[in-house]
């Protein structure tokens, strides 16, 4: 019988292994060449495999649930058997996105490696007998006390464990790894919002701007964008191997995004030559895609500085961790209203504190006071942006 096997295939970054998360066929189907067979999550998004020849299945090697290494078995196939066999293309000719068309061979396991999606959680639970209720009936079924009903209800005892695994796993080495190699510094500067708020309901009233969900965070990006000009240092990377500092001169911006598992910092690509509207479009379309766990490898990778809004839960300020090899990441918080002296009068105002941590060994802290500082009166004044 012509059985072929299909393995966990190459889907780029390094990573080496991926976790089944749900079958889209069965074993005895009839399948056609590129037809979704599986649906992978590894640290970065969730992949659907589309299937690499047409024939009936025979096996699958893997549980839902399951996590392979690359190389390892998915899948085998029948390609002389069924329907199918003949409804995909002809022998030789490759399937899409790279993974190797019927008559093509198998890169060996030694040679794969895989990126993708993040985890999934697996929970064991302890459960703890439910305490007996006390002055009850006696064992003849008198009566003698009234039973006490308890104030409560009687919580679940015992302990979870979650597995530790994709892009929380992904990210907590990589938060170890920028803690311990990086000399962090971060310093703080209120900013205020008044003018952005009011520059941002402008925006907001024209037309072109209808469907544009159009935040705070996409003037603060423009203007971190503009800010990086004057201050490049503040757009570069530390090169461990070369001992060297690269400086950008282009701004590929980072959104740090909570997703349901774990952190993820898509990249605006060439975010510098983008206007605030356009900012806005390509933040909503890189945040949704790592909610979703769909965005692509290419979107995580090249990030030149990051931005972090922890104003979207309330929260006014922080000390974020930078994204290594970068230099440096601008944290936003909450804009609220609250009392401000303007021109020696007290007023209320719409305030914002922000940060900015950064790596000392590249820039000093009187380098990054300047750029915090010019970053406010961008924002402070956002008039000025509209220059670049």
Not at 12 to 22: F, N
Not at 194 to 219: C, F, G, H, N, Y
Request: charged share 25%.
């Amino acid at each position: 019988m012509p059985e072929r096997e299909f393995k966990l295939p190459d889907l780029g970054e390094g990573l080496t292994d991926g976790e089944v998360v749900r079958w889209l066929v069965g074993e005895g189907d009839t399948i056609t060449l590129n037809q979704p067979i599986v649906e992978v999550e590894t640290a970065k998004a969730v992949v659907e495999i589309p299937a690499p020849y047409a024939g009936r299945v025979t096996k699958l090697h893997a549980a839902e649930g399951a996590s392979l290494d690359v190389g390892a078995p998915l899948l085998s196939v029948d390609t002389d058997g069924g329907a199918g066999a003949g409804a995909g293309a002809a022998a030789g000719e490759p399937g899409i996105d790279g993974f190797p068309g019927a008559a093509e061979e198998e890169e060996p396991a030694s040679q794969a490696t895989l990126v993708g999606p993040g985890e999934r959680k697996q929970v064991r639970r302890r459960k703890a007998a439910a305490p007996a209720a006390r002055g009850g009936p006696d064992a003849a079924g008198n009566g003698q006390q009234p039973a006490a009903a308890p104030a409560v209800a009687p919580r679940e005892r015992g302990e979870e464990r979650i597995a530790v695994r994709g892009t929380r796993k992904l990210t907590a080495a990589a938060m170890v790894a920028s803690a311990f190699s990086i000399p962090h510094v971060t310093e703080f500067l209120t900013v205020d919002a008044t003018a952005l708020m009011a520059l941002r309901a402008r925006l907001k009233a024209l037309p072109q701007a209808e469907e544009v969900r159009l935040t705070p965070l996409a003037i603060v990006a423009k203007a971190v964008c503009v800010a990086v000009r004057q201050f490049p240092m503040m757009n570069s990377a530390w090169d461990e191997q070369a001992g060297e500092i690269v400086v950008k001169h282009y701004v590929n911006l980072g959104i740090a995004t909570d997703t349901s598992t774990g952190l993820l910092v898509p990249n605006l690509k060439d975010a510098d030559t983008l206007g605030i509207l356009d900012l806005a479009r390509e933040l909503t379309r890189v945040t949704e895609l790592a909610r979703d766990r769909k965005v692509a490898p290419a979107d995580l990778a090249g990030g030149t500085i990051t931005v972090t809004n922890v104003g979207g839960f309330g929260v006014e300020t922080g000390t974020p961790i930078i994204n290594k090899p970068e230099c440096a990441i601008v944290a936003t918080g909450l804009i609220a209203p609250r009392p401000w002296v303007v021109d020696g009068e007290l007023a209320v105002r719409q305030l914002m504190t922000t940060s900015v941590s950064f790596d000392h060994r590249i820039v000093d802290g009187a380098y990054a006071a300047r750029f915090l500082a010019h970053l406010r009166d961008l924002l402070e004044d956002p008039g000025l942006l509209a220059a670049f």
